[in-house]
C-alpha cells in the first residue's frame, strides 16, 4: 500500500499540498459586498500566499508581480510542491523569488478562503469564472496594491482563468501562460464528466441537498474516480498497475489520498463553476505574448480536437505547445511538472 500510495502521488496532480520549506507569507483580504453574476452578494474573504519582495518603479507602482492560478480544488500552496517551486523559486530559474514578487490566491470556494462549508452550504453564492477572476483582480489591486502583472501563470482551472483575464483585462498581465485547458465552452466530454460527479454526489442519500451531518462519502468516492481517470496518464497507469489488483489497490489508495478532507458542497460548487465559461467570442483582445501548452496524455483537453490549431490564430502573439505523451508524463497534471516546460516559460518571460 506505502508503494501505491508513493506513486499516486507521483502520477496524480495533488489538490492540496503541505508548503515546502520555501520563505512565504500568507494572509486574508476581505471584500466587503462583493457582488457576484448571480446577483447574490457576500462579504468575502480571499487567502493568499505570496513569495519574494514586491519591488516598486519610480513612480512606486509593484513591477515584479506574477500571479500563479491552481486548479479545481486545489490552493495556492499546491505551487509549493518540488516539482514546480524547486523548479520555478531559486537562484536563476525563472521566478526567482529574490527578483520576482508571487502572488499564489486561494479562489472562491478553494482552500482558505469562503467557501461553502464555511456554514451557508447550498446558500452559498453561485460563482463562476468570472467572479473567480474579478475577486483575483479586487485582492490585487485593493488588497496588495499591484496595479500590473508580468505573468499570471495558470494551470487547469487556472488555465481557463487566464484566458478569461486576457478577454476581460486586456494588457492588466504582460504576459500569459495557461497549461491545461481550452478557451471555448465546455461542453462534451468535459462537462459530462463534470457533471457526473455533481450527480454522483447529490444522488447520495447522505447528501440531503447539501444539509448532510456526515458527509456522504459514496458520492464523494465516484467523484474522486472520476477526477482519477479524468487527470491520469494512461501510458503510465498502465506501466505502474500492470495487474488487476494492482489497479483496484491503487484506486481504492486514490480516494484516500485526493479524497480524504473534501467537503460535498464545495465539490459540486467547484465542479459547477465552469458551467458558463466560453472566452472564446474575445480571443482577440489577448494581445500579449501567450505560451499556451497542453499534454498529448490529457483526458480533459483531448488533442484531436483540434482546438488550439483554430483558436491559437486568434490571438496575434500565441505560442502553443503539446507535450508529447510518455510513461513520464502525468496526464492532465503535467501542467504541475515544470521540467517539461520550464525552459519555454523563460523564453516567455524574456519576450517584451
Known sequence: MTRILILLALLLAPRTATAAPWPTTEGD????????????????????????????????????????????????????????????????????IAKTYVILPDNIGHGASSRPSDGLRMAFPHYDYSDMVEAQ?????????????????????????????????????????????????????????????????EADPLWNNGNYTTQPLGGLRT???????????????????????????????????????????????FYDASRNYDPSANLEKITVPVLWINSADDFINPPELGIPEREGKRMPRARFILIPASVETRGHGT????????????????TP
Open 335 to 350: 501542467h504541475t511538472w515544470a521540467k517539461f516546460w520550464k525552459a519555454d516559460l523563460a523564453q516567455l518571460l524574456a
Open 137 to 201: 483582480r479586487r485582492l490585487l489591486v485593493d488588497g496588495l496594491h499591484v496595479e500590473s502583472l508580468q505573468l499570471i501563470l495558470g494551470t487547469s482551472m487556472g488555465c481557463m482563468h487566464a484566458f478569461v483575464w486576457g478577454t476581460e483585462h486586456p494588457g492588466f498581465a504582460k504576459r500569459l501562460a495557461p497549461f491545461a485547458c481550452q478557451p471555448v465552452e465546455i461542453a462534451g466530454r468535459n462537462r459530462m464528466w463534470r457533471k457526473m460527479a455533481i450527480d454522483a454526489i
Open 29 to 96: 483580504y476581505t471584500i466587503k459586498d462583493f457582488h457576484f453574476r448571480s446577483g447574490e452578494t457576500l462579504d468575502l474573504r480571499i487567502h493568499y500566499t505570496t513569495l519574494g519582495t514586491p519591488h516598486r518603479d519610480r513612480n512606486g507602482r509593484i513591477d515584479n508581480a506574477v500571479m500563479v492560478l491552481h486548479g479545481t480544488g486545489g490552493t495556492g500552496k499546491q505551487f509549493l510542491v518540488p516539482q514546480f517551486a524547486d523548479e520555478l523559486y531559486g537562484p536563476g530559474q525563472p521566478l526567482d
Open 223 to 269: 467523484a474522486t474516480a472520476l477526477s482519477v481517470i479524468a487527470g491520469g496518464n494512461p501510458m503510465a497507469l498502465q506501466a505502474q498497475f500492470p495487474t488487476r489488483s494492482q489497479a483496484e489497490e491503487a484506486l481504492a489508495a486514490a480516494f484516500a489520498s485526493r479524497g480524504a478532507g473534501v467537503d460535498a458542497n464545495n465539490a459540486i460548487y
